[in-house]
């Protein structure tokens, strides 16, 4: 038996704090949202269904985005990737790339559209992390302050909610991890801006 995540509801009284590192699957982030009872009620014949792929996945009352800060085999971004995620203004808020002909990520598109922000009949929840390598951190709710089309793709500028949080460090790990990896994300951007220099020059000269 397959649930669709899109006919169950997230448990925001369980919803971990914001700078909480998670695991390294989308499951064990989805786990966290369903809630401790709801995934020990399953039976054992029964599957969560939604797409392992996709960045943007929709629950009754929620959605849910993930960002992978992708870094190349130099260390710089991949700049051939369609889907573009950067932090901006020292992670406070960040780009997140929608694709319109994708059912999940249009929805998203016209509730910021309406909204502009969470609500409480239905939030907007991000995980994120600096690889594919990393575990995912849930950074809280989002905002939108901007929409920026592109043909199909449609850049967001979101706004983490709970940025004030993220940014504390506790007295088990005083730099604030989060932090660490918006500086990671900038170390990636100026690296990438150094080869795209040394390309520049191998051409001209």
């Keep these: 038996k397959t649930l669709k995540l899109s006919t169950i509801s997230a448990d925001f009284a369980s919803l971990p704090s914001p700078g909480k590192v998670?695991?390294?699957?989308?499951?064990?982030?989805?786990h966290e949202i369903l809630g401790e009872a709801f995934i020990e009620s399953l039976s054992d014949h029964t599957r969560l269904g939604f797409n392992r792929r996709g960045g943007v996945l929709e629950f009754k009352n929620a959605y849910c985005l993930f960002v992978n800060f992708a870094l190349s085999e130099s260390g710089g971004l991949p700049s051939h990737w369609l889907y573009r995620n950067d932090f901006l203004d020292n992670g406070e808020r960040l780009t997140f790339t929608v694709n319109s002909d994708r059912d999940q990520e249009r929805a998203l598109m016209e509730f910021f559209s309406l909204h502009k922000r969470s609500t409480d009949a239905m939030k907007v929840l991000l995980f994120a992390r600096t690889s594919t390598k990393a575990k995912f951190m849930y950074c809280?709710?989002?905002?939108?302050?901007?929409?920026?089309?592109?043909g199909n793709y449609t850049n967001l500028v979101l706004e983490l909610m709970n940025y004030d949080h993220l940014v504390v460090g506790s007295s088990a790990e005083p730099t604030s991890a989060f932090l660490v990896m918006v500086a990671s994300h900038a170390a990636a951007l100026a690296e990438e801006r150094a080869l795209a220099e040394k390309k520049r020059l191998l051409v001209d000269s």
């Design 140 to 150: 809280g709710e989002c905002a939108c302050t901007n929409q920026v089309e592109s």
């Design 22 to 30: 998670i695991d390294y699957t989308k499951d064990s982030c989805i």
